[in-house]
């Protein structure tokens, strides 16, 4: 028995041990090991990620190609054009030359395919080639390509082996300064010849050498030269002639030898174009040569190394320069660094005075209103004598984080991979999300409809779901997509319905209140526009649900004021609420159905530059505006129509039992799930998503109140709730905003890699630090609130004005008035 005892009793402190607090150790540490890590990496293999992209990669299970720690983007004509007309304006030269055999002729009508397919020759010849899988006799001849808009030269030279001629013509183009890119690749013809092998391949060794040292030295031109491998051929092909000297095995030994004298040559080997060609070996063309979609993607590689450095092109970080930092970064860094070095020195300094003690700072938990508006009373009293080593501490821990941000998303320290989506990787996550979900489940506190509990949880589930949805890049598929828009309309819904219920409840909305609600939603999003470099609208879900705050207090605040106990035997009141509504929603029609006021609204100085982008545009802010410009005023109607009933007992929410009776209850989920259905049948029945966006905010309350209703006509539902998901829920604005720098990548164009070649274990890992990181920036927000956003609302208001003043030169700076 004591034994067992003992076993119950370590087994208990084990699982006391499983905490936040030493997770985000854990966490720490792990980051502190991966830095180790990569910089071991860049140590060894250097950090150009142009090498990178041009020497490995691998097939992503869409079969798009992933260059091994850096995203590629896709280019298109219009990319593609762009890029060489900007470079023409620079005053470069946009030369391509290629020398070679036949493999580096079809590299050359990929690339002019890509310029010139609209051209019936380019057209034709590719449209027989991918139909027949096979090449039309190619002209053993020299062939250029020039266009003057563009700036652009592209010249092929038929060299099957390297020569004199061949290497007198390169040499007198170095000497001229040379192309901007050279790609050079030959071989196949030497080993197909007649002659003994080992010769063939001795002699192209000695011609290779030769060629290197005296036109290739390393770092005296400034040309792109690039060697492409001799790509594998068929197995089948090797059967039907097991003697032919063209074989694989002496493919390997050309492109080793080639490795081997280009290694400290001015050359780099483009050997991801041989990786690219043996994962499509089956659309090869003929014997052996790369089929359309692999050299389409050489060309992307291509195209990426040459122009990426100069475009601005969020998903493409191969061949990228980090982004230079602004003087308002250094000064928010050294900001933080000067309250890293007070907190240091007043621990010292305390620590020699034996006064130290570790200090809290006394706050109420934060309710849920901070977050949605909810129906709790939002208390914040800290002592009346304030300790700064708290605030200190907490500057300090958020400024580590905020370097970890840079370093995440600014720098190319850690890598980066472009997104991808398949169904497989969109719906496995979402079921694991879903069972754990169900597995840690408690009966709650609460029996009311849309308790605490209750939305922590919706919230949480929601948001994981909707990091999914963003990890996956799954917003190309319209069904998903919809979905993904009916759970911003939902936390908006909720918002509105939580200010309102606490108004109703309270009968006051007080300046103190709304400055802790907006500190609570703006303070991390505020923080990372001043240290990364981002407008506010680039945290685009922050502005909306800021906004519509706003928009609510003001509703709310506008007399008369109808609350609970003013409309308590007074039906008049209601019919005041009814026209306030009408004036809500008139405001925001007219606003929706003129886009030109709309904009002359918002685009006014000096609030301007909270709702346009980098590019001073609006449109997105238009965009996301319209599509959820009725879900507050959606939730706030719910709230009132739910009030009525509980007061006029048509449902009972006070104890475990159903709200409605069976027959009501049967038929109320019955609709419910017709609800919810009916919208899942208008996601995959409308045309396209111009279409579906337009609907969306005429239609999106009915999923929302049908699983609000599912979820509360049971008794048994509705009073119990998945701990795991709320949780998340508490946390869901920190996961919000952080998951745009330490999670996703390249302004979540991308995905953060720690360990590379691991997707899964990747994502295992930058989860784990990412909700760390977001728990932490939960509660040094919480310690913050007090010092910020006193309880006096005359303090709070000498806080707003000495803000607005540290904000005016900066808005001074970036032309805000």
Not at 454 to 460: I, L
Not at 563 to 578: E, I, K
Request: glycine share 6%; charged share 15%; net charge neutral.
């Amino acid at each position: 028995m004591t034994g067992k005892g003992e076993d119950e009793g370590t087994a208990a402190n084990v699982i006391k041990q499983i905490n936040a607090k030493n997770a985000k150790i854990v966490a720490c540490l792990v980051v502190i090991g991966f830095c180790f890590y990569h910089g071991i990496l860049h140590v060894r293999y250097g950090i150009d990620s142009c090498k990178w992209l041009l020497s490995d990669g691998r097939y992503k299970g869409n079969m798009e190609w992933q260059p091994y720690g850096c995203m590629m983007h896709q280019y298109s004509l219009k990319d593609t054009r762009r890029c060489f007309r900007y470079l023409t304006f620079l005053g470069k030269r946009n030369h391509f030359a290629f020398i070679g055999d036949t493999q580096v002729q079809l590299h050359y009508r990929a690339l002019l395919h890509q310029l010139a397919g609209h051209k019936q020759s380019e057209a034709s010849f590719w449209a027989n080639a991918k139909s027949n899988q096979t090449l039309d006799a190619l002209p053993q001849s020299d062939h250029a390509f020039h266009d003057s808009l563009l700036g652009l030269h592209l010249e092929y030279l038929w060299q099957p082996f390297l020569t004199d001629n061949m290497t007198n013509r390169v040499r007198s183009w170095m000497e001229k300064g040379g192309p901007s890119v050279i790609v050079i690749g030959m071989g196949s013809w030497a080993i197909k010849s007649p002659d003994n092998f080992e010769h063939s391949i001795n002699e192209f060794t000695v011609n290779l050498t030769r060629f290197a040292k005296t036109v290739l030295p390393k770092g005296e031109h400034k040309s792109i030269v690039l060697w492409v491998p001799i790509p594998p051929i068929k197995e089948s092909k090797q059967l039907l002639t097991p003697d032919d000297p063209f074989n694989n095995e002496h493919i390997d030994l050309f492109n080793k030898a080639a490795i081997e004298v280009l290694e400290h040559s001015g050359a780099q080997v483009w050997w991801s174009s041989r990786l690219l060609s043996q994962g499509r070996i089956d659309e090869s063309f003929g014997e052996a040569y790369p089929g359309y979609r692999a050299l389409s993607l050489n060309t992307q590689i291509l195209l990426n190394a040459y122009c990426n450095d100069h475009m601005n092109f969020n998903d493409g970080t191969c061949c990228w320069s980090a982004e230079p930092y602004t003087y308002l970064q250094v000064a928010t860094y050294a900001s933080f660094a000067v309250c890293i070095v007070i907190a240091f020195t007043m621990v010292l300094y305390r620590i020699s005075k034996g006064s130290y003690h570790q200090t809290h700072v006394k706050y109420t938990p934060l309710p849920k209103s901070f977050e949605m508006g909810g129906n709790e009373t939002v208390e914040c009293k800290p002592d009346a004598s304030l300790d700064i080593l708290p605030l200190l501490f907490a500057l300090s821990k958020l400024g580590l984080i905020m370097i970890f941000f840079y370093v995440c998303d600014r720098t190319s320290f850690f890598m980066k991979e472009n997104k991808y989506y398949s169904p497989l990787s969109f719906w496995l996550p979402l079921a694991y999300m879903v069972v754990l979900g169900l597995f840690f489940t408690e009966d709650s506190r609460y029996t009311k409809v849309l308790h605490r509990e209750q939305t922590d949880e919706w919230k949480g589930w929601m948001q994981l779901a909707v990091l999914i949805y963003q990890m996956t890049d799954a917003s190309g598929i319209l069904p998903i997509y919809m979905h993904a828009r009916v759970l911003v309309s939902a936390y908006l819904f909720l918002s509105g319905y939580g200010h309102f219920s606490y108004f109703w409840q309270r009968g006051e909305a007080g300046i103190v209140r709304f400055f802790q609600i907006i500190f609570r939603l703006n303070f991390l999003t505020v923080v990372l526009c001043l240290a990364m470099n981002r407008p506010y609208q680039f945290y685009h879900f922050i502005p909306l649900i800021s906004w519509w705050v706003f928009a609510v207090f003001l509703f709310l605040s506008f007399p008369p004021r109808v609350s609970a106990m003013s409309s308590d035997g007074n039906p008049l009141q209601f019919l005041t609420l009814v026209l306030k509504f009408v004036g809500f929603i008139s405001i925001i029609t007219i606003l929706y159905m003129s886009e030109v006021f709309f904009e002359k609204v918002f685009v006014t100085r000096p609030w301007k530059a909270l709702f346009v982008t980098t590019d001073d545009d609006i449109h997105e802010w238009w965009f996301r505006w319209k599509l959820n410009r009725y879900s507050v005023s959606y939730g706030m109607i719910y709230a009132v129509g739910l009030f009525l009933a509980q007061r006029h007992q048509l449902l009972d929410d006070r104890n475990h039992s159903n709200l409605l009776s069976p027959r009501l209850s049967f038929f109320a989920a019955l609709m419910s799930l017709c609800g919810i259905g009916g919208y899942l049948g208008f996601s995959i029945l409308c045309r396209n998503r111009q279409e579906c966006n337009e609907v969306h905010p005429y239609i999106v309350f009915i999923p929302i109140i049908s699983y609000i209703a599912l979820r509360n006509i049971s008794g048994i539902l509705r009073t119990r709730y998945s701990t795991f998901f709320a949780w998340f829920g508490k946390i869901s604005l920190e996961l919000s905003v952080c998951q745009y720098h330490i999670w996703l990548a390249a302004d979540a164009n991308g995905v953060l890699v720690l360990v590379p070649g691991s997707p899964a274990l990747n994502a295992i890992v930058t989860s784990f630090i990412f909700v760390c990181v977001a728990h932490e920036a939960h509660e040094i927000t919480k310690v913050l609130l007090p010092y910020v956003v006193p309880s006096d609302w005359r303090k709070v208001l000498r806080n707003a004005v000495v803000f607005t003043l540290v904000l005016i030169p900066i808005g001074i700076h970036d032309g805000m008035f």
